[in-house]
C-alpha cells in the first residue's frame, strides 16, 4: 500500500515533467477533481456495474472448466478480495506507514461482494485457492483474520511478502510465488487481482483484472 499511494501522487505531480512542453496548464489533472472522479465512480454505480461484468464473463469461463484435485486459482487481496475504500476516504486518499499498520491490525478491510460470490463458486465447484499478497509478513496474522471475518474461510494458503521481497518488482515477487506454487504441485488455472502486476508474468491462467483507480502497482 506505501508505494500504492507514493506511486499515485508521484504520478500526478511528474506527470506535466513527464511530457515536458506537451502540456499546458489546462491539461494537467487537479488533484482535487480526480479524488472527486474517484469518489463518484464508487458512489454513482459505475465501479460495482463493472465487477458485475467482469465477473458474468468469469463466470461464464468457469462454467466449462472442471476442478481438477490440483487446480487452484490465485487472488491478490487488498482491492481484490478486500476492499480498503473506506481507509482511502478517511485519509483522503492520503498514506503513511503507521496509519496503515493500524488499519491493517484493526482488520477494517471489506469484501467486495462481487469477488466474494466468485471465491464462493470456486470452493463449491472444488478449486483450491490461494492468496499472494503485497503485505508484508508482519501483517500475515491480522490479514489472516481479516479475510476469515469476511468469509474467505477455504484457503489453502497465505503468502505475505518477507524482507527479502520488498527490494523486488510486484510482479517478480508474486510471478516467484506463483512459480513455487506450481513446483508443489499445483496447476494455477486463473489470476484475480486489482493490478496487472498480479496477473502478468508466467502461470497465470485466466487473467481476472479489476478496476482500481486509486494507485499502480508495478
Ligand atoms: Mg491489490
Known sequence: MKKHFSFILI????????????????????LSDVKAQI???????KYDAD??????????????ITSKENSLVIFDIDETTLSNYQFGLDYDFGYNEEIWDEWVNEKR????????????MLVSKG????????????????????????????????ITRKMDALKTTALIY???????????????????GDQYSDILGANHGIQIKIPNYQYIVK
Not at 51 to 64: D, P, R, S, Y
Not at 142 to 152: F, H, P, R, V, W
Open 39 to 45: 469518489e463518484g465512480y464508487h458512489k454513482n454505480g
Open 109 to 120: 478491510a471489506t469484501a467486495i461482494k462481487e469477488v466474494k460470490d466468485f471465491y464462493n
Open 127 to 158: 478449486f483450491r485457492i490461494a492468496f499472494i499478497t503485497g503485505r508484508n509478513t508482519s501483517h500475515y496474522n491480522d490479514t489472516k483474520e481479516n479475510l476469515i471475518s469476511e468469509g474467505y474461510t477455504i484457503f489453502d494458503t497465505l
Open 51 to 64: 465487477l458485475k461484468k467482469i465477473f458474468t464473463k468469469a463466470n461464464l469461463e468457469f462454467a466449462k
Open 174 to 192: 508474486k510471478s516467484e510465488e506463483r512459480q513455487k506454487l506450481v513446483d508443489k504441485g499445483y496447476e494455477i488455472v486463473a489470476t484475480v
Open 11 to 30: 504520478l500526478l505531480f511528474t506527470l506535466p515533467l513527464w511530457n515536458g512542453c506537451k502540456l499546458n496548464n489546462k491539461e494537467i489533472p487537479n
